[in-house]
């Protein structure tokens, strides 16, 4: 039976408004035409991004949610709804909650979930186990899309009780219908500054990469940054005479370019952040390159959210010579790079899911500098190719926060140079797993190792067709 027509009731909103339900096909669905009959029958305008369009979105297609979570989150952001509601897959939501909550698209937009099951409670009433990595990264997606909705549309009480007791946090308005949806979106907070940045760049004899990089950086639309060069102990002849050429504009943008013997990146990132000026610190490689948005969103993220560390989907690098290929391209901001390769998703902080693959970013991502002084500087094993995840994950384990910018932020360079192509693939694996490892008993350990088994073994096949290739 058709749902009653009421008025719909969003706050500080008149006229027609414009609604969009994920996740669901446009006259496909009689129960999901029936929960939006209010809102239509009250003169207002429902569009469906269902599953055939969202596959179409920026192919090729992918099944992959947080890819497609992605992809949604970039459509909606051009668009101009009033409403978007997260139907069924309500994990789709994800990356566009994330950017609501840093202040970066959705400003006076009305987000919420319409669901009545989910994955984990469709695997307990079905008495089955979680099937690895996938299932982990979807049940974190839709408990984190739940806990920052605005609004939960259930008609189930047995669902609701049963995400309440799995301690998921639900939005503070359940209803029982869309047209009772509270409107006006959430508020944003108090914004604080934005945040002077420096940026620490490192380099060991790559010369020619290192003025690309450099390049990058000249063109950010942010003002408020400095540069930081650290020379890991070049030898390459080429690195004296790109640093002489780069030492004018350094001093005139008063910039520093800083030289030391040969000690490794994890030493040369902590003597660039001991110089640092910044509130926060951008860690970046001297072969990838900053997009000419990159600082702008970071500093913005930072000053609506009070993250301590910010990362970012990286975009794979036109010159890769190594690597699989880009799942999707996506619409950018920088003229110079419209549209960009997603190398890889990462989701943010779920520590089941870091045993397993590193959900957390790449070290291209801005650091509150109070937090890596209070844990002490970069560290790290110089055998291991995994400083970066290490670090992050140290991070997250004592308490900071970690948001992940859903956006192509900086282009990562896959290449036969990087440390990551290399040897000591297992030990960089073993190490990275040290700060899960200091919350759990010693007699976990080769659970641990047995999580990290699968990911370990797509890594070292990877490696190997690269070194073939």
Same mark, same amino acid.
Request: with cysteine; proline share 5%; glycine share 8%.
């Given at each position: 039976?058709?749902?009653?027509?009421?008025?719909?009731?969003?706050?500080?909103?008149? =006229?027609?408004?414009? #609604?969009?339900?994920?996740?669901?096909?446009? =006259?496909?669905?009689?129960?999901?035409?029936?929960?939006?009959?209010?809102?239509?029958?009250?003169?207002?305008?429902?569009? +469906?991004?269902?599953?055939?369009?969202?596959?179409?979105?920026?192919?090729? !297609?992918?099944?992959?949610?947080?890819?497609?979570?992605?992809?949604?989150?970039?459509?909606?952001?051009?668009?101009?709804?009033?409403?978007?509601?997260?139907?069924?897959?309500? @994990?789709?939501?994800?990356?566009?909650?994330?950017?609501?909550? *840093?202040?970066?698209?959705?400003?006076?937009?009305?987000?919420?979930? /319409?669901?009545?099951?989910?994955?984990?409670?469709? /695997?307990?009433?079905?008495?089955?186990?979680?099937?690895?990595?996938? %299932?982990?990264?979807?049940?974190?997606?839709?408990?984190?899309?739940?806990?920052?909705?605005?609004?939960?549309?259930?008609?189930?009480?047995?669902?609701?009780?049963?995400?309440?007791?799995? $301690?998921?946090? *639900? &939005?503070?308005?359940?209803? @029982?219908?869309?047209?009772?949806?509270?409107?006006?979106?959430?508020?944003? $907070? !108090?914004?604080?500054?934005? &945040?002077?940045?420096?940026?620490?760049? !490192?380099?060991?004899?790559? &010369?020619?990469?290192?003025?690309?990089?450099?390049?990058?950086?000249?063109?950010?639309?942010?003002?408020? +940054?400095?540069?930081?060069?650290?020379?890991?102990?070049?030898?390459?002849?080429?690195?004296?005479?790109?640093?002489?050429?780069?030492?004018?504009?350094?001093?005139?943008? %008063?910039?520093?370019?800083?030289?030391?013997?040969?000690?490794? #990146?994890?030493?040369?990132?902590?003597?660039?952040?001991?110089?640092?000026?910044?509130?926060?610190?951008?860690?970046?490689?001297?072969?990838?390159?900053?997009?000419?948005?990159?600082?702008?969103?970071?500093?913005?993220?930072?000053?609506?959210? =009070?993250?301590?560390?910010?990362?970012?989907?990286?975009?794979? %690098?036109?010159?890769?010579?190594?690597?699989?290929?880009?799942?999707?391209?996506?619409?950018?901001?920088? &003229? /110079? %790079?419209?549209?960009?390769?997603?190398?890889? !998703?990462?989701? $943010?902080?779920?520590?089941?899911?870091?045993?397993? #693959?590193?959900?957390?970013?790449?070290?291209?991502?801005?650091?509150?500098?109070?937090?890596?002084?209070?844990? @002490?500087?970069?560290?790290?094993?110089?055998?291991?190719?995994?400083?970066?995840?290490?670090? *992050? /994950?140290?991070?997250?384990?004592?308490?900071?926060?970690?948001?992940?910018?859903?956006?192509?932020?900086?282009?990562?360079?896959?290449?036969?140079?990087?440390?990551?192509?290399?040897?000591?693939?297992?030990?960089?694996?073993?190490?990275?797993?040290?700060?899960?490892?200091?919350?759990?008993?010693?007699?976990?350990?080769?659970?641990?190792?047995?999580?990290?088994?699968?990911?370990?073994?797509?890594?070292?096949?990877?490696?190997?067709?690269?070194?073939?290739?």
């Amino acid at each position: 039976m058709p749902a009653v027509a009421r008025p719909c009731v969003l706050p500080g909103k008149t =006229g027609r408004l414009r #609604v969009c339900v994920v996740g669901v096909d446009d =006259g496909d669905s009689d129960s999901q035409e029936a929960r939006c009959a209010g809102l239509r029958q009250a003169g207002h305008h429902v569009q +469906f991004l269902g599953p055939a369009k969202i596959s179409g979105l920026y192919a090729p !297609t992918h099944s992959y949610l947080p890819l497609r979570s992605l992809r949604v989150y970039h459509w909606l952001a051009r668009q101009d709804f009033d409403l978007v509601v997260f139907a069924d897959d309500f @994990g789709l939501g994800y990356y566009s909650f994330v950017a609501r909550d *840093l202040g970066l698209a959705f400003t006076g937009t009305t987000l919420a979930v /319409l669901a009545d099951t989910c994955l984990a409670f469709d /695997l307990e009433n079905n008495r089955q186990f979680p099937q690895g990595r996938t %299932h982990i990264e979807q049940d974190f997606l839709e408990s984190q899309s739940m806990a920052r909705a605005d609004a939960l549309v259930s008609a189930d009480p047995a669902f609701t009780r049963w995400a309440a007791a799995a $301690g998921w946090r *639900l &939005p503070a308005r359940d209803v @029982g219908d869309m047209a009772d949806i509270p409107g006006g979106g959430r508020q944003p $907070g !108090t914004r604080s500054e934005l &945040p002077f940045i420096s940026v620490c760049l !490192t380099t060991f004899n790559r &010369p020619q990469m290192l003025e690309q990089a450099v390049q990058s950086l000249t063109r950010q639309t942010y003002g408020r +940054f400095e540069v930081i060069l650290v020379d890991d102990g070049s030898t390459d002849p080429g690195m004296a005479t790109c640093l002489q050429r780069l030492a004018a504009d350094f001093e005139n943008r %008063h910039w520093t370019i800083l030289r030391q013997d040969n000690a490794g #990146v994890a030493a040369a990132r902590d003597r660039a952040i001991r110089a640092a000026k910044g509130d926060y610190v951008l860690l970046m490689d001297d072969d990838n390159l900053a997009l000419a948005h990159e600082l702008e969103r970071f500093a913005q993220a930072a000053a609506n959210s =009070g993250a301590d560390i910010l990362t970012c989907i990286p975009g794979r %690098h036109p010159q890769s010579d190594v690597g699989p290929d880009a799942v999707a391209q996506l619409p950018g901001s920088d &003229p /110079l %790079h419209p549209l960009c390769g997603v190398d890889w !998703t990462p989701v $943010g902080h779920c520590l089941s899911l870091a045993a397993m #693959v590193n959900c957390l970013g790449d070290c291209n991502a801005l650091y509150r500098r109070s937090m890596m002084l209070e844990l @002490g500087g970069y560290g790290g094993e110089r055998r291991s190719s995994f400083e970066d995840f290490t670090y *992050l /994950l140290r991070a997250v384990t004592q308490g900071y926060r970690l948001e992940v910018v859903p956006e192509i932020l900086f282009l990562y360079r896959r290449h036969r140079q990087s440390r990551s192509m290399r040897d000591n693939l297992f030990f960089s694996h073993v190490d990275s797993l040290g700060p899960l490892a200091e919350m759990m008993p010693k007699e976990l350990w080769p659970l641990l190792l047995m999580a990290r088994r699968d990911w370990y073994g797509r890594h070292m096949q990877q490696a190997v067709t690269d070194d073939q290739g």
